[in-house]
């Protein structure tokens, strides 16, 4: 009789657990599905990861009373592997928040999941502006940079120096497509014209031909709207060419990373536009030190990002009192944001205003300190970088 | 022109590596799925060299092979002699853990973004030939690679211990019956194999970055110049790996989208049209 009453009792406490593990309790679960280990992971990757776990040690390690876990996945920039994990964590793992790193196609695809879950995601790696423009969601915010501010950003910069025709060679994925045409935009709304484009291969092997049909163009600028490897690549080959003679070569994403492997030498008098620095101020020159301390090279803007993303995040939910996705994402969009990455506010459309930064390259004879890279050449306020409210084709913003 | 110059220097690139690759499974059967991340250690070697030691490119093109040529009869000893006489499929699997392996542990301690290394000095500079400004360091890579293959052909077909080597693989008992030190000649052969993997690496580093993912972009390719000239034969994958490379450059100016896929293209038509390659011996 009394073992029976014992095993009955458990069978409704475990029966009851299991039912409350699903609404709130049990552990908070951010995940991050990024590049782990292919052209894109020294920007982001593991790192990353880490970035995210030291913002919720920071944070206390709880939030709502609830200890906080970190998930981690590589989707190897296959927007199929992005979906389905975070499917997979929304379901069984009762993920509170999903944040997206780098590559765009694979942000898309998790930005489509997170609507249908109605869990909050942040984009950080990814630059197509799609998502917070004609892909936006009620749940998408899109924190670091995009497409159009680059554009703004760099381009603009360029086509105002004297630089009117333009040559572009593209990544053939959702990323590159949304830089070559937003770039293209900027460069026809300043008088520029564009001659031609060609488009690569992802993690393409060999620029030579690509880079021999550029030079046929006879444009002043070569675009390059690529990343990471892909941008390393292209740029030591246009220097072997000696394309760079000829034409000026604008990366329109480049990472501090992509300055570090390519060296000064190669990089010297680029113009490059990014949402965050490390020697930018005191705090951000803070963060730095312990991300050098650990891994030895400085943090890219989008590990910065990664930090300042996840704390505001807890710091949004501790405000909202519970994880529910509708409520937190009403906190996430009327809140200030004030940290060493930066300063701003998230849009109705989900896109995080923020300022802008164009940086020159450095020489080799200027750069004093390793990793001192960059100087500012101008701080662009969030309002012009970003694609503004009139031209945004999102659905969430009243016209 | 320029065009067909350029897939020339890329089908150099393609027939060193499918050389190698052609030698260690002509002669010993193994499909040796490690060759890609040997290219990629022959690249970082040349880089370490010069970090390090301050070894410059044409020591390195000497060195590097050398150390990846050991660390390739070290693999052959500790690991795949055991496999011999098994389904090559064993092999295939080893040497794919194996590149796996390799390619983790560069990754680990360089990152993906890799490393720069510098044109040689002697051959930095380009000349201007006419239709094209070509980089004096591309001219001299299609050259050295015609000389390494030509050489590693004449080795093979026309010399004693080329004859040796083949006769081993068609029956090791016997050629060991004539006191011929068998396992020590398929030793060197595949350290040889590796030895020109990275060789190939040393003569790429200069021209692309130094990555841990170097190998395992181009792997898969070289697979398909080997299978398309025929599996082992190693005049049949020179030839094809400097064709495609051509074939590969006119797609990037005809169809740029589709020059990644268009070798898997020239694949698959060549196995419906001759299965045994375009100069392979039908069995």
Same mark, same amino acid.
């Given at each position: 009789?009394?073992?029976?009453?014992?095993?009955?009792?458990?069978?409704?406490?475990?029966?009851?657990?299991?039912?409350?593990?699903?609404?709130?309790?049990?552990?908070?679960?951010?995940?991050?599905?990024?590049?782990?280990?292919?052209?894109?992971a020294?920007i982001?990757?593991? $790192?990353?990861?880490e970035?995210?776990k030291?913002?919720?040690?920071?944070?206390?390690?709880?939030?709502?009373?609830?200890?906080?876990?970190?998930?981690?996945?590589?989707?190897?920039?296959?927007?199929?592997?992005?979906?389905?994990?975070?499917?997979?964590?929304?379901?069984?793992?009762?993920?509170?928040?999903?944040?997206?790193?780098?590559?765009?196609?694979?942000s898309?695809?998790?930005?489509?999941?997170?609507?249908?879950?109605?869990?909050?995601?942040i984009a950080?790696?990814?630059?197509?502006?799609r998502?917070?423009n004609?892909?936006?969601t009620?749940y998408t915010?899109?924190?670091?940079?995009?497409?159009?501010?680059?554009?703004?950003?760099?381009?603009?910069?360029?086509?105002?120096?004297?630089?009117?025709?333009?040559?572009?060679?593209? $990544?053939?994925?959702?990323?590159?497509?949304?830089?070559?045409?937003?770039?293209?935009?900027?460069?026809?709304?300043?008088?520029?014209?564009?001659?031609?484009?060609?488009?690569?291969?992802?993690?393409?092997?060999?620029?030579?031909?690509?880079?021999?049909?550029?030079?046929?163009?006879?444009?002043?600028?070569?675009?390059?709207?690529?990343?990471? *490897?892909?941008?390393?690549?292209?740029?030591?080959?246009?220097?072997?060419?000696?394309?760079?003679?000829?034409?000026?070569?604008?990366?329109?994403?480049?990472?501090?990373?992509?300055?570090?492997?390519? *060296?000064?030498?190669?990089?010297?008098?680029?113009?490059?536009?990014?949402?965050?620095?490390?020697?930018?101020?005191?705090?951000?020159?803070?963060?730095?030190?312990r991300?050098?301390?650990?891994?030895?090279?400085?943090?890219?803007?989008?590990?910065?990002?990664?930090?300042?993303?996840?704390?505001?995040?807890?710091?949004?939910?501790?405000?909202?009192?519970?994880?529910?996705?509708?409520?937190?994402?009403?906190?996430?969009?009327?809140?200030?944001?004030?940290?060493?990455?930066?300063k *701003?506010?998230?849009?109705?459309d989900?896109?995080?205003?923020?300022?802008?930064?164009?940086?020159?390259?450095?020489?080799?004879?200027?750069?004093?300190?390793?990793?001192?890279?960059?100087?500012?050449v101008?701080?662009?306020? *969030?309002?012009?970088?970003?694609?503004?409210?009139a031209?945004?084709?999102?659905?969430?913003?009243?016209? | 022109?320029?065009?067909?110059?350029?897939?020339?220097?890329?089908?150099?690139?393609?027939?060193?590596?499918?050389?190698?690759?052609?030698?260690?499974?002509?002669?010993?059967?193994?499909?040796?799925?490690?060759?890609?991340?040997?290219?990629?250690?022959?690249?970082?070697?040349?880089?370490i060299?010069?970090?390090?030691?301050?070894?410059?490119?044409?020591?390195?093109?000497?060195?590097?092979?050398?150390?990846?040529?050991?660390?390739?009869?070290?693999?052959?000893?500790?690991?795949?002699?055991?496999?011999?006489g098994?389904d090559?499929?064993?092999?295939?699997?080893?040497?794919?853990?194996?590149?796996?392996?390799?390619?983790?542990l560069?990754?680990?301690?360089?990152?993906?973004?890799?490393?720069?290394?510098?044109?040689?000095?002697?051959?930095?500079?380009?000349?201007?030939?006419?239709?094209?400004?070509?980089?004096?360091?591309r001219?001299?890579?299609?050259?050295?690679?015609?000389?390494?293959?030509?050489?590693?052909?004449?080795?093979?077909?026309?010399?004693?211990?080329?004859?040796?080597?083949?006769?081993?693989?068609?029956?090791?008992?016997?050629?060991?019956?004539?006191?011929?030190?068998?396992?020590?000649?398929?030793?060197?052969?595949?350290?040889?194999?590796?030895?020109?993997?990275?060789?190939?690496?040393?003569?790429?580093?200069?021209?692309?970055?130094?990555?841990?993912?170097?190998?395992?972009?181009?792997?898969?390719?070289?697979?398909?110049?080997?299978?398309?000239?025929g599996?082992?034969?190693?005049?049949?994958?020179?030839?094809?790996g400097?064709?495609?490379?051509?074939?590969?450059?006119?797609?990037?100016?005809?169809?740029?989208?589709?020059?990644?896929?268009?070798?898997?293209?020239?694949?698959?038509?060549?196995?419906?049209?001759?299965p045994?390659?375009?100069?392979?011996?039908?069995?």
């Amino acid at each position: 009789m009394k073992i029976r009453t014992v095993v009955a009792a458990i069978a409704v406490a475990l029966g009851s657990l299991s039912a409350i593990a699903q609404t709130d309790t049990g552990p908070v679960r951010i995940g991050f599905i990024t590049d782990m280990s292919s052209l894109y992971a020294d920007i982001d990757g593991p $790192a990353g990861v880490e970035m995210i776990k030291w913002a919720t040690q920071d944070f206390g390690g709880k939030v709502l009373g609830r200890p906080i876990e970190v998930l981690s996945a590589d989707h190897q920039n296959k927007p199929d592997v992005a979906s389905s994990k975070a499917r997979e964590w929304m379901d069984k793992e009762n993920l509170a928040m999903l944040i997206g790193g780098t590559s765009s196609g694979t942000s898309l695809a998790m930005a489509k999941v997170s609507q249908e879950k109605k869990r909050p995601f942040i984009a950080i790696g990814a630059g197509s502006a799609r998502l917070t423009n004609e892909d936006c969601t009620p749940y998408t915010i899109h924190y670091a940079y995009d497409t159009v501010a680059l554009a703004k950003v760099a381009g603009s910069a360029l086509v105002k120096a004297g630089n009117k025709s333009w040559y572009f060679l593209t $990544a053939d994925y959702a990323f590159g497509h949304s830089l070559e045409s937003d770039a293209s935009a900027v460069v026809k709304a300043n008088g520029g014209t564009v001659v031609g484009a060609v488009r690569h291969p992802l993690n393409a092997s060999d620029f030579s031909s690509f880079l021999l049909q550029a030079q046929g163009s006879k444009a002043q600028i070569l675009a390059l709207a690529n990343a990471g *490897g892909d941008t390393i690549n292209s740029m030591k080959a246009a220097k072997e060419f000696g394309i760079t003679k000829s034409m000026k070569v604008a990366g329109l994403l480049v990472f501090i990373n992509d300055v570090h492997s390519l *060296g000064l030498a190669n990089t010297e008098g680029l113009q490059l536009a990014d949402s965050w620095y490390w020697n930018q101020d005191d705090a951000s020159r803070k963060f730095a030190k312990r991300f050098f301390d650990k891994y030895k090279r400085m943090p890219s803007s989008l590990q910065a990002a990664d930090y300042s993303a996840a704390m505001n995040y807890l710091k949004a939910v501790q405000a909202a009192k519970t994880t529910d996705g509708d409520k937190v994402m009403a906190v996430l969009k009327s809140m200030k944001y004030d940290d060493f990455y930066s300063k *701003g506010t998230v849009r109705a459309d989900g896109r995080m205003i923020h300022d802008m930064y164009l940086f020159q390259v450095k020489g080799a004879k200027e750069s004093s300190t390793p990793w001192d890279y960059y100087r500012t050449v101008a701080k662009v306020p *969030g309002e012009q970088a970003f694609t503004s409210l009139a031209e945004s084709k999102c659905a969430l913003i009243k016209k | 022109m320029g065009q067909l110059m350029l897939g020339l220097v890329n089908g150099a690139f393609y027939a060193m590596l499918s050389l190698g690759l052609a030698v260690i499974f002509g002669l010993l059967d193994i499909v040796n799925f490690a060759h890609g991340a040997l290219y990629m250690m022959g690249a970082f070697a040349a880089w370490i060299l010069l970090d390090r030691f301050e070894l410059n490119f044409w020591l390195a093109l000497i060195v590097a092979p050398l150390i990846v040529g050991a660390l390739g009869v070290a693999i052959e000893r500790s690991m795949l002699k055991h496999l011999y006489g098994l389904d090559p499929l064993y092999g295939l699997l080893l040497t794919f853990g194996l590149s796996l392996i390799f390619e983790g542990l560069f990754r680990e301690q360089y990152g993906v973004s890799g490393k720069s290394y510098p044109v040689p000095e002697l051959l930095s500079g380009a000349t201007d030939i006419g239709f094209m400004v070509l980089p004096n360091y591309r001219a001299f890579v299609v050259f050295a690679s015609l000389v390494v293959c030509l050489g590693t052909w004449l080795l093979i077909e026309r010399t004693r211990l080329g004859a040796y080597l083949r006769a081993g693989t068609e029956n090791a008992r016997l050629v060991q019956a004539f006191g011929v030190n068998v396992p020590l000649m398929v030793m060197l052969t595949y350290g040889a194999g590796a030895g020109l993997a990275a060789m190939a690496g040393v003569l790429a580093a200069p021209v692309i970055q130094v990555t841990p993912l170097m190998g395992s972009n181009l792997i898969i390719v070289v697979f398909a110049v080997v299978v398309i000239g025929g599996m082992g034969s190693i005049l049949g994958s020179v030839l094809t790996g400097l064709g495609l490379g051509v074939i590969e450059g006119m797609t990037r100016v005809f169809y740029p989208e589709a020059s990644s896929v268009v070798v898997f293209v020239v694949m698959v038509i060549v196995l419906i049209l001759r299965p045994a390659g375009l100069f392979g011996k039908e069995t």
